[in-house]
């Protein structure tokens, strides 16, 4: 069945492997048979207040890696968020149906009040709104996204659906996260804990060369070894064996399982044979970027065509939206 899929991904810094296996490599399978949307979320962006220095250069470099990874502007539409203003109407629209309870119990933004307590803007609240506004606006059923994006989903879900009971209507549908594995997934960092990130200095960047990427993994966090035969790994070398599990042959993680519960592992091995896995794939992609990001002309054609096709979408929708919630033309 032809589905409508949403993905989008912060132009905040450049995409490492959880983007990739998480959001990523997902859309590249579905973009031949569906009818696929794929944005740089350059609003949401500006949560974090970038410099107005950066905004440009760091939406052209996704853009650039999106299109080296294999997304096909051709088929799928690839555009930039703040192209396409009409998602800040369905905003605006649904701000009036959230309520800042729900929106302040969000584990994301939870986390953002710990972490960077002089900065809780209201676009860091309402951030899951903007979110469900870009899914909802081109009426999207799968969205592939990583697991951290679950609860965020679980809310567009929410906000489609209190939108149809308010106007009692059967008009957005409510989208699915979608992995083709079926579980969502998180690709760990290289630090021993937590999912790699863009700024929390753990991650592998699909723009790495091979030395750094075999620099960052010999150097990943592991422990003093297993000591009694089929001990469980602890969570540092369990997050290796993760990493080794989207990017290795199944035959290599084998290998390396019995090895560990035998008690021979030895991790330099490991990451020698990760660090080649994860080149394997990044390496063939990162030789792409250099090439996309210096045509400039293909660049500016993608993104303005990808607007346009973006904006007749979601211009429907907002026709739609302000039709069923009685708004009419004089
Ligand atoms: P962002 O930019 O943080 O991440 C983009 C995508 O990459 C996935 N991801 C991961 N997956 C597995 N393991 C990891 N360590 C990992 N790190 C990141 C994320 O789950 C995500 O799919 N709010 C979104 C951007 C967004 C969006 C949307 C996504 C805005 N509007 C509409 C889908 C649909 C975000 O911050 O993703």
Known sequence: MMETVVSGIRSTGNLHLGNYFGALKNFLKMQKENNCFFFIADYHALTTHPKPGDLHGNIKQVLAEYLACGIDPEIATVF???????????????????????????????????????????????????????????????????????????MTRKFARRFNMIYGVDYFPEPDAYNFGRKLIKIPGLDGSGKMGKSEGNGIFLSDTPQEIRKKVMRAVTDTGPTARNQVPSEPVKNLFTIMKVVSDPSTVKYFTEKHASCEIRYGDLKKQLAEDIINVTDPIRKRINDILSDNKYLARVVREGAEKARMSASKTIREVREIIGYKPF
Do not use: C
């Not at 592939?144 to 679950?150: A, F, L, N, R, T």
């Open 80 to 154: 930039i968020q703040s192209d396409v203003p009409e998602v800040t109407e369905l905003y605006l629209l649904l701000n009036m149906n959230a309520y800042v309870g729900e929106l302040e119990r969000t584990t994301s933004f939870k986390e953002k009040v710990r972490k960077y307590p002089d900065n809780i803007n209201a676009g860091l609240l309402t951030y899951p709104v903007l979110m469900a506004a870009d899914i909802i606006i081109h009426k999207a059923n799968k969205v592939p996204v990583g697991k951290d994006q679950e609860q965020h989903l679980e």
